[in-house]
């Protein structure tokens, strides 16, 4: 598995309007690796990110899954092997935690057949990987803005993706949460799974993720690893900021000071 | 389930309760053994279609209505939302203006179907591939809106009294006076609106988290919107041609059974069609118990319980927001 491209993006471009978007965009994501997509508001990371989960047809370009081409898929195929946590979601009916993390499964049912004993595992796997298996009864709006958070990542785990695409999933999160969902994106890593995150963080992308992928107006700007994309020329030119360095190294600058209390500190 | 013997109840007390009283039983034994006694030809000519058609129209509203709620993750939707009913209403109506409902038995049916598909697919051209909830909602009243307009139009311009009072009542809703024929012209339109509802409860189970979420869990959002019109204007098309126009049963029965499957949309269905049956049937057999002489149909009466029922949600999803 180690090799095997997941997801290869070649030459993406994405005209909206008249107004281009994304201008040539190319990216792969390998099995086990975490790549983190970076920019100011904007810049096309959301947009990219629903190209790569099917929801917007590219102006442009050709996209690969596991080597076969994203449009040729079938929907339900596209759906087992990528998985999409959308930036602020929701559920629109008030139903139970473990009903939200059961839609997961969803891509393997298809029309007909009633969830197995597979399928209730997993879905218990998934609760209790996000320690959601106290809440798992209560109705979905009751719960706070980081319980909600990690309800829709436990949703997207369940799907078992190999990739798993997230947008600003700590957007709306305290520090312990934030932490806490890019571990389990990391687990996903661990596992053998990819991650494409959109983060705004950078002390987090820095942290977590093996490579940054840095977008500008549509553009990608750099890419490699974070010591690498994370320097004075990027961060100048993509938000118009000056990294102040206190006394210590650039690293120093972008390093997570904070960890959990009862974890070894990163 | 309960559900079901709640139904089989009820379909049984229709066919008891009428103007005048019969003996079921022994009319079964009749109608069974070729007899043609009076009381054998009202059970099956009479009571039977006017059961049946309570059945089918009930379950055909409540379902549909699931259906329409479930796509748009709108409580507040139902079939005459996409233009659905007010289409079928001005075919059905056209055919009965025009004299083509009297001189062939047909017209008033396939007038209806047609009409309920030509609106649906306004409705959607106007709202456009990509729409959203909003747009496609007012869409569907403008829709609607301009077929009340025509029908009121047809009813001006109508040549005789007779042709008025023809629309006007049916336009109220009435399941009485049908015969077995008008059962058998409902069915296959029904049958097959129903059968292309059945597989799209996981899809509106997945529309719980959202459109582009739920295309990502391999939904294809354009097929399953199509596939509800189409579905939904065959079986309401044929219920309102027959029955006339029903108001509220597809808007109630879904919210009144919301809470009863957990809120999710797809088990949802099939629990509406039969709560819709129930309710069609309960809401007939009520119109019958009014004195004799005094015929209300069925259609207001549902309209009278109905609409302030809907007046009660409005409030309450305001209580809600704020």
Same mark, same amino acid.
């Given at each position: 598995?180690?090799?095997?491209?997941?997801?290869?993006?070649?030459?993406?471009?994405?005209?909206?309007?008249?107004?281009?978007?994304?201008?040539?965009?190319?990216?792969?994501?390998?099995?086990?690796?975490?790549?983190?997509?970076?920019?100011?508001?904007?810049?096309?990371? %959301? %947009?990219?990110?629903?190209?790569?989960?099917?929801?917007?047809?590219?102006?442009?370009?050709?996209? #690969?899954?596991?080597?076969?081409?994203?449009?040729?898929?079938?929907?339900?195929?596209?759906?087992?092997?990528?998985?999409?946590?959308?930036?602020?979601?929701?559920?629109?009916?008030?139903?139970?935690?473990?009903? +939200?993390?059961?839609?997961?499964?969803?891509?393997?049912?298809?029309?007909?057949?009633?969830? %197995?004993?597979?399928?209730?595992? +997993?879905?218990?796997?998934?609760?209790?990987?996000?320690?959601?298996? @106290?809440?798992?009864?209560?109705?979905?709006?009751?719960?706070?803005?980081?319980?909600?958070?990690?309800?829709?990542?436990?949703?997207?785990?369940?799907?078992?993706?190999?990739?798993?695409?997230?947008? @600003?999933?700590?957007?709306?999160?305290?520090?312990?949460?934030?932490?806490? +969902?890019?571990?389990?994106?990391?687990?996903? *890593?661990?596992?053998?799974?990819?991650?494409?995150? +959109?983060?705004?963080? #950078?002390?987090?992308?820095?942290?977590? *993720?093996?490579?940054?992928?840095?977008?500008?107006?549509?553009?990608?700007?750099?890419?490699?690893?974070?010591?690498?994309?994370?320097?004075?020329?990027?961060?100048?030119?993509?938000?118009?900021?000056?990294?102040?360095?206190?006394?210590?190294?650039?690293?120093?600058?972008?390093?997570?000071?904070?960890?959990?209390?009862?974890?070894?500190?990163? | 389930?309960?559900?079901?013997?709640? /139904?089989?109840?009820?379909?049984?007390?229709?066919?008891?309760?009428?103007?005048?009283?019969?003996?079921?039983?022994?009319?079964?034994?009749?109608?069974?053994?070729?007899?043609?006694?009076?009381?054998?030809?009202?059970?099956? $000519? !009479?009571?039977?279609?006017?059961?049946?058609?309570?059945?089918?129209?009930?379950?055909?509203?409540?379902?549909?209505?699931?259906?329409?709620?479930?796509?748009?993750?709108?409580?507040?939707?139902?079939?005459?939302? !996409?233009?659905?009913?007010?289409?079928?209403?001005?075919?059905?109506?056209?055919?009965?203006?025009?004299?083509?409902?009297?001189?062939?038995?047909?017209?008033?049916?396939?007038?209806?179907?047609?009409?309920?598909?030509?609106?649906?697919?306004?409705? =959607?051209?106007?709202?456009?591939?990509?729409?959203?909830?909003?747009? /496609?909602?007012?869409?569907?009243?403008?829709?609607?809106?301009? &077929?009340?307009?025509?029908?009121?139009?047809?009813?001006?311009?109508?040549?005789?009294? =007779?042709?008025?009072?023809?629309?006007?009542?049916?336009?109220?809703?009435?399941?009485?006076?049908?015969?077995?024929?008008?059962?058998?012209?409902?069915?296959?339109?029904?049958?097959?609106?129903?059968?292309?509802?059945?597989?799209?409860?996981?899809? /509106?189970?997945?529309?719980?988290?959202? $459109?582009?979420?739920?295309?990502?869990?391999?939904?294809?959002?354009?097929?399953?919107?199509?596939?509800?019109?189409?579905?939904?204007?065959?079986?309401?098309?044929? &219920?309102?041609?027959?029955?006339?126009?029903?108001?509220?049963?597809?808007? !109630?029965?879904?919210?009144?059974?919301?809470?009863? !499957?957990?809120?999710?949309?797809?088990?949802?269905?099939?629990?509406?069609?039969?709560?819709?049956?129930?309710?069609? /049937?309960?809401?007939?057999?009520?119109?019958?118990?009014?004195?004799?002489?005094?015929?209300?149909?069925?259609?207001?009466?549902?309209?009278?319980?109905?609409?302030?029922?809907?007046?009660?949600?409005?409030?309450?999803?305001?209580?809600?927001?704020?």
């Amino acid at each position: 598995m180690a090799d095997v491209k997941l997801i290869a993006a070649d030459g993406i471009s994405l005209t909206l309007g008249g107004r281009p978007i994304l201008r040539q965009i190319s990216l792969q994501l390998k099995a086990g690796e975490m790549l983190g997509l970076i920019g100011p508001n904007g810049a096309g990371k %959301s %947009s990219l990110l629903k190209i790569i989960a099917g929801i917007v047809e590219p102006s442009a370009g050709e996209l #690969l899954v596991n080597g076969h081409a994203l449009r040729r898929l079938p929907g339900l195929e596209r759906a087992r092997s990528i998985a999409y946590l959308a930036q602020a979601g929701t559920a629109h009916w008030p139903i139970t935690v473990a009903r +939200v993390v059961a839609l997961g499964r969803l891509p393997h049912l298809g029309s007909w057949r009633n969830a %197995s004993a597979e399928d209730l595992r +997993v879905i218990e796997a998934a609760l209790r990987r996000t320690d959601l298996l @106290e809440l798992s009864e209560r109705p979905f709006p009751t719960l706070s803005g980081g319980e909600k958070a990690r309800v829709l990542l436990a949703r997207a785990l369940a799907v078992e993706p190999n990739t798993l695409l997230a947008d @600003e999933p700590v957007a709306a999160l305290d520090l312990s949460h934030q932490l806490e +969902v890019m571990d389990l994106l990391r687990q996903h *890593c661990n596992e053998g799974g990819a991650v494409l995150v +959109v983060l705004h963080d #950078l002390r987090l992308a820095a942290h977590y *993720c093996d490579r940054l992928h840095l977008l500008y107006q549509g553009r990608t700007l750099a890419t490699g690893t974070p010591a690498s994309v994370i320097n004075d020329a990027n961060l100048a030119q993509a938000y118009g900021v000056s990294i102040r360095r206190a006394g210590g190294s650039l690293a120093d600058a972008f390093a997570l000071t904070w960890s959990k209390i009862g974890h070894s500190a990163p | 389930m309960l559900m079901s013997g709640v /139904l089989a109840c009820l379909f049984l007390l229709s066919l008891f309760i009428g103007a005048n009283p019969i003996p079921v039983l022994a009319a079964v034994m009749d109608a069974a053994g070729d007899t043609q006694s009076v009381i054998a030809l009202i059970l099956t $000519e !009479v009571r039977l279609p006017r059961a049946l058609i309570a059945l089918l129209a009930g379950a055909t509203l409540g379902l549909c209505g699931a259906a329409m709620q479930g796509l748009l993750r709108n409580p507040l939707a139902s079939p005459g939302l !996409v233009g659905s009913a007010g289409g079928a209403a001005l075919g059905a109506s056209l055919t009965l203006y025009s004299g083509l409902a009297a001189g062939f038995w047909l017209a008033l049916p396939a007038g209806g179907i047609v009409g309920s598909l030509l609106a649906t697919l306004l409705v =959607y051209s106007l709202a456009g591939r990509a729409a959203g909830t909003a747009t /496609l909602i007012l869409a569907g009243v403008a829709v609607n809106s301009i &077929a009340m307009a025509l029908i009121s139009l047809l009813i001006n311009l109508a040549p005789s009294p =007779y042709a008025v009072r023809e629309i006007v009542l049916w336009m109220l809703g009435s399941i009485a006076n049908h015969s077995m024929d008008d059962f058998w012209i409902m069915l296959p339109g029904t049958l097959l609106g129903w059968a292309l509802l059945a597989g799209t409860g996981r899809s /509106l189970d997945a529309l719980t988290l959202g $459109e582009e979420t739920a295309h990502t869990l391999g939904v294809n959002l354009d097929r399953l919107r199509w596939r509800i019109f189409i579905a939904i204007a065959l079986a309401v098309g044929s &219920a309102v041609s027959t029955t006339g126009a029903i108001g509220f049963v597809g808007l !109630v029965t879904p919210h009144l059974l919301r809470p009863l !499957v957990g809120f999710q949309p797809g088990r949802l269905l099939p629990a509406s069609a039969l709560g819709g049956a129930i309710m069609l /049937l309960c809401a007939d057999i009520g119109v019958r118990l009014f004195p004799a002489g005094t015929e209300i149909k069925v259609g207001v009466l549902t309209a009278l319980v109905g609409a302030p029922f809907f007046l009660f949600l409005i409030v309450r999803s305001r209580r809600w927001q704020t």
